[in-house]
């Protein structure tokens, strides 16, 4: 548990916190200062793993604000962690272990405005601006992300992707990047120092740069050409080389570190500016299905090697996940259903109420209601699709505009008796996309309430391009620790996530050490787009990265398993 003020501190210390909180309250106001543990308990535990007390946190409503309230931080001499959405599933966003001083979060969720520039080719997303958000404010001029929700992100912000270098299903995207953002950094001498390189004429005084940005009236003129050069300069061509024996993404990769992108919270980010795409005309989903890996191997080459349009995603789900999925996730595709994905983020602070008022009555009671919920409803796929995803591989690929022909050519051209392939109605695909939504949440579900269930493992890995036996056997020593397991990821990546429950008794560290060592030793990488969090150690070069932006260590200390003390002692 990160220490608060009177854990282990000197009376000295903690009259500093309570002045540091009251402080606080004056510029963000008293209810957006949270220091009771209960109330806290939403922002300081992770969605997996990561968990522990922070002195206060603090949810700004404004970029001025949120200086201000670093500024304060800083002088105090607090560890700082700067939060979005908390949908991070390694843990990297929020407290974990002990600390050598008083510890405070900051939520940006708040401070969520998107400013679309250049006629919506490009938009300004403020440091809490979601992934929906974005959408929404692209729609009006036929303009899309780079990013969309996924089965581990729904809610998820503009900027933890970046600063993560999230991947995500569109195939041709790569990871989450840009060049171009506001940010500030702890300098040697342990001042805050905001560095504008948004590509925006916008002043030198730090509280006015970002009291325009607060009013999201960007004068046309202080607008200057976007430097749109990405950390792969073709991730297209990248994931077609099917002779490379690197992968095709991963986050060690030092390309796509740079300032706010891959930061991992070493620098406070203000605002991002970000490229958009042209939305496409019409798309259609595809359903691929077969009990023989090699099929779906043959068509990621065929994909790569020979189509001119590469499919919009390629979703690969394996038949246990998908029917955990159908058990423990019905309640989020009926809210994804009913509701849309834009919601998402108020249902889950509604789940954290539900927690916090119901936690005495034992764990995880949110996930039990929900369950229940589930249990009642309709199963998620119509009876037009249950019996095609009984097959142990499945894909979900949705290709858009001309690439939707070239499928139906490709698919009529390669008939295979082991094959079923299936073009959905509009109704099925979108059943099928919101089935890989709830993924990821299901095997978490299931843990939380299940009676004699083990530890949750979470693997993020990233294959070889060349590899074409992509399916992950583990060794009997490893195997036979396994209660359940479900597989699903970006299959033309070649990025995979291997979720796993143990038997009770097993040691979840031991497992996961061993099985990351063995896929190392396969030219595996681990992690490919969840970023190190809390979870993974980080290599040397990623540590150097992190240390270049964070010289004291104020910011984030402690992720990618690195020192928690001041000056990286």
């Given amino acids: 548990?990160?220490?608060?003020?009177?854990?282990?501190?000197?009376?000295?210390?903690?009259?500093?916190?309570?002045?540091?909180?009251?402080?606080?309250?004056?510029?963000?106001?008293?209810?957006?200062?949270?220091?009771?543990?209960?109330?806290?308990?939403?922002?300081?535990?992770?969605?997996?793993?990561?968990?522990?007390?922070?002195?206060?946190?603090?949810?700004?409503?404004?970029?001025?604000?949120?200086?201000?309230?670093?500024?304060?931080?800083?002088?105090?001499?607090?560890?700082?962690?700067?939060?979005?959405?908390?949908?991070?599933?390694?843990?990297?966003?929020?407290?974990?272990?002990?600390?050598?001083?008083?510890?405070?979060?900051?939520?940006?969720?708040?401070?969520?405005?998107?400013?679309?520039?250049?006629?919506?080719?490009?938009?300004?997303?403020?440091?809490?601006?979601?992934?929906?958000?974005?959408?929404?404010?692209?729609?009006?001029h036929g303009r899309v992300p780079h990013s969309v929700i996924g089965s581990s992100c729904l809610g998820a912000s503009v900027v933890g992707g970046i600063c993560n270098n999230s991947g995500g299903a569109l195939v041709s995207r790569g990871p989450a990047f840009t060049r171009h953002a506001l940010f500030a950094r702890v300098d040697e001498n342990g001042r805050l120092v905001l560095i504008n390189n948004l590509g925006l004429a916008l002043g030198d005084d730090p509280e006015a740069v970002l009291a325009t940005l607060d009013g999201g009236k960007i004068a046309l003129q202080s607008i200057e050409p976007c430097n749109r050069v990405p950390c792969q300069p073709s991730y297209?061509?990248?994931?077609?080389?099917?002779?490379?024996?690197?992968?095709?993404?991963?986050?060690?990769?030092?390309?796509?570190?740079?300032?706010?992108?891959?930061?991992?919270?070493?620098?406070?980010?203000?605002?991002?500016?970000?490229?958009?795409?042209?939305?496409?005309?019409?798309?259609?989903?595809?359903?691929?299905?077969?009990?023989?890996?090699?099929?779906?191997?043959d068509f990621r080459v065929a994909t790569l090697s020979t189509?001119?349009?590469?499919?919009?995603?390629?979703?690969?789900?394996?038949?246990?996940?998908?029917?955990?999925?159908?058990s423990h996730g019905n309640d989020v595709c009926l809210a994804v259903r009913y509701l849309g994905a834009r919601r998402m983020p108020a249902l889950f602070a509604v789940k954290r109420r539900i927690d916090r008022l119901l936690h005495r009555f034992g764990h995880a009671a949110s996930e039990r209601l929900l369950q229940v919920v589930g249990q009642i409803a309709p199963h998620p796929l119509p009876d037009s699709l249950r019996a095609r995803t009984r097959h142990k591989h499945m894909l979900i690929v949705t290709m858009a505009d001309d690439g939707v022909a070239e499928m139906r050519d490709h698919l009529a051209s390669?008939?295979?008796?082991?094959?079923?392939?299936?073009?959905?109605?509009?109704?099925?695909?979108?059943?099928?996309?919101?089935?890989?939504?709830?993924?990821?949440?299901?095997?978490?579900r299931l843990a939380a309430i299940t009676k004699g269930a083990g530890p949750l493992v979470a693997i993020d890995c990233a294959l070889p391009r060349n590899r074409t036996d992509w399916p992950i056997v583990l060794p009997p020593d490893l195997a036979e620790q396994v209660m359940l397991r479900a597989d699903y990821g970006h299959f033309l990546c070649?990025?995979?996530?291997?979720?796993?429950?143990?038997?009770?008794?097993?040691?979840?560290?031991?497992?996961?050490?061993?099985l990351i060592r063995r896929l190392h030793d396969e030219g595996v990488m681990c992690p490919a787009e969840h970023n190190f969090g809390h979870h993974y150690s980080a290599p040397d070069n990623v540590v150097?990265?992190?240390?270049?932006l964070d010289p004291t260590n104020a910011l984030n200390p402690g992720v990618g398993q690195t020192s928690r003390a001041r000056n990286w002692v």
């Fill in 307 to 326: 189509f001119h349009h590469l499919p919009v995603s390629a979703e690969y789900l394996h038949r246990d996940a998908a029917t955990l999925a159908a």
């Fill in 1 to 140: 548990m990160a220490r608060g003020p009177g854990l282990n501190h000197s009376p000295q210390v903690g009259q500093a916190c309570v002045g540091l909180v009251r402080a606080l309250r004056a510029e963000v106001g008293r209810r957006h200062v949270i220091t009771h543990p209960d109330a806290a308990r939403a922002y300081t535990t992770g969605y997996r793993i990561g968990s522990g007390a922070v002195l206060a946190v603090v949810r700004p409503a404004t970029l001025v604000e949120l200086w201000r309230a670093a500024q304060l931080c800083i002088a105090a001499d607090t560890a700082l962690i700067i939060q979005a959405a908390n949908t991070g599933l390694t843990g990297g966003s929020t407290p974990c272990g002990d600390y050598d001083r008083p510890v405070v979060l900051i939520s940006t969720l708040r401070i969520a405005a998107v400013i679309p520039i250049a006629d919506g080719t490009e938009a300004l997303c403020l440091a809490g601006a979601t992934l929906t958000g974005l959408e929404e404010a692209l729609l009006p």
């Fill in 544 to 548: 150097a990265f992190y240390r270049s």
């Fill in 494 to 514: 070649n990025v995979f996530h291997l979720d796993f429950i143990l038997k009770p008794g097993s040691d979840a560290q031991a497992f996961e050490t061993s």
């Fill in 414 to 444: 390669n008939p295979r008796a082991s094959l079923a392939a299936y073009e959905c109605t509009t109704a099925e695909g979108a059943a099928l996309q919101r089935l890989r939504f709830a993924t990821a949440g299901a095997l978490v």
């Fill in 236 to 297: 297209e061509n990248h994931i077609r080389d099917l002779t490379a024996k690197t992968p095709a993404r991963h986050n060690a990769d030092s390309r796509c570190h740079f300032e706010a992108s891959g930061s991992a919270g070493k620098v406070i980010v203000f605002a991002v500016r970000v490229k958009s795409y042209v939305a496409p005309k019409h798309t259609a989903i595809f359903l691929l299905a077969s009990d023989d890996p090699r099929d779906l191997a």
